[in-house]
C-alpha cells in the first residue's frame, strides 16, 4: 500500500550549489507523513550528480544526457511519483518552516482545491508578485510591461496581471501560480494529464492552470505558507538568450492555444506583431545588461553555497 503524501519534482541544470540549499532546506522543514524527492538533471556536468549521490541518497536521481529545457523532464519526474500530492519545485528556493506541511493540509481541507501555491518571496523578503497571477490577457499584459498599472493602481484590468490590488496576505482563487513551487493533486494530473510539452519552459505552469480551471478544480494562492526564491539564478542565467527567446516563444504559444480565439484576427496580428518588437527589444537591451536575465527582473543575490 502506498503511504507517500507528498512527492516532490526538481528539474536542476547548472546549479549544484542552489540544489545543495534548497534540498538542505526541504530536510530542516519537512512536511509531515511521507515523502519523496526526485531530480532531474539536465547534464549539469557541474558535480550536481555526485553531489547528490554523496550527501541525498534519499533522493531520487533521473539524468538527461542533454538539456530538455524544463517541461520535458518536470514531466519525467512527474511520471514516476508515487505522492497523494505533487510539487513541482524549482532548485533556486529555499522552503521555510511549516510550509510543505501548511500546503498539504490545505488541499487536503479543500476538496475543490486542484492546485495551490505559497507566497513566494524575494532574498530582501518582499513578495514576489507573479506568484499569484490573474489571466494574462493583452490589456493585463500591456499594462504589465508599460507601467501603466503602477500609474493606475486601481485598475483591476491594467493591473490583473499580478493582481496587486488584492491583499498579498489573503488566501484567495486565482487565474494562475507560479512554477517555481506548485502543488498538484494526484487527480488533476489524472483528469488533464501532463504538463504540455511544446512549453520549452515558461508559461508551461499558467497553462496549467488555464487547463485545470477549464476540468472545473480551483487554484489557490495560500500565503501562510511561504518559501523564498532566488528568481533568474538557474538555467535562465546560464543561457540568457536562449531564455530569452523561449520566454516570449512560450508566451505566443500560450496566447494562441488559449486566448486567441476571444479576440478577431486583426487583433491577433497585431499583437503578434507586438510581441515580436518586444522580443526584439528584450534581446537588445540583455546585450546592454551587465546581469543578464530572461524575465522582467534581474537575478537576485544568490543563497549561500552557491558558486
Known amino acids: 500500500m502506498n503511504d507517500i503524501q507528498l512527492s516532490i ?152 496581471y499580478l493582481m496587486s490590488y488584492m491583499d498579498e496576505d489573503e488566501t484567495h482563487a486565482v487565474a494562475g501560480v507560479a512554477g517555481s513551487c506548485m502543488l498538484v493533486r494526484r487527480e488533476v494530473i489524472d483528469q488533464i494529464g501532463f504538463l504540455d510539452e511544446r512549453f520549452f519552459a515558461y508559461q508551461e505552469d499558467a497553462d496549467y492552470c488555464f487547463r485545470a480551471r477549464q476540468a472545473g478544480w480551483k487554484v489557490y494562492y495560500f500565503p501562510e505558507a511561504q518559501i523564498t526564491h532566488y528568481g533568474g539564478m538557474g538555467g535562465s542565467r546560464v543561457h540568457p538568450y536562449r531564455s530569452t527567446y523561449e520566454w516570449h516563444r512560450s508566451y505566443f504559444l500560450y496566447y494562441r492555444k488559449n486566448l486567441a480565439k476571444d479576440y478577431c484576427f486583426l487583433f491577433n496580428g497585431l499583437y503578434y506583431l507586438v510581441m515580436l518588437i518586444k522580443l526584439a527589444i528584450a534581446l537588445l537591451v540583455n546585450f546592454f545588461r551587465k546581469e543578464k536575465t530572461a524575465g522582467r527582473q534581474k537575478p537576485r543575490n544568490p543563497v549561500n553555497g552557491y558558486s
Not at 490573474?134 to 499594462?143: C, F, K, N, Y
Not at 504589465?144 to 484590468?157: A, H
Open 9 to 160: 519534482c526538481i528539474v536542476s541544470y547548472r546549479a549544484m550549489g542552489l540544489l545543495r540549499d534548497c534540498l538542505l532546506s526541504i530536510a530542516e522543514n519537512p512536511p509531515q507523513g511521507n515523502y519523496e524527492c526526485i531530480v532531474v538533471d539536465n547534464n549539469s556536468e557541474d558535480g550536481t550528480q555526485e553531489m547528490l549521490a554523496t550527501e541525498f541518497p534519499w533522493v531520487t536521481l533521473i539524468v538527461n544526457s542533454e538539456n530538455l529545457g524544463f517541461t520535458v523532464p518536470m514531466n519525467q519526474a512527474l511520471k514516476v511519483t508515487k505522492g497523494k500530492y505533487l510539487l513541482q519545485l524549482n532548485p533556486d528556493t529555499l522552503m521555510h518552516p511549516h510550509a510543505l506541511s501548511r500546503l498539504v493540509d490545505f488541499m487536503e481541507k479543500h476538496p475543490e482545491a486542484g492546485i495551490c501555491s505559497p507566497k513566494v518571496l524575494n532574498n530582501d523578503g518582499t513578495m514576489q508578485k507573479p506568484c499569484r497571477r490573474g489571466e494574462s490577457r493583452p490589456l493585463a499584459v500591456i499594462g504589465y510591461f508599460t507601467g501603466l498599472g503602477r500609474l493606475f493602481p486601481k485598475n483591476r484590468r491594467l493591473n490583473e
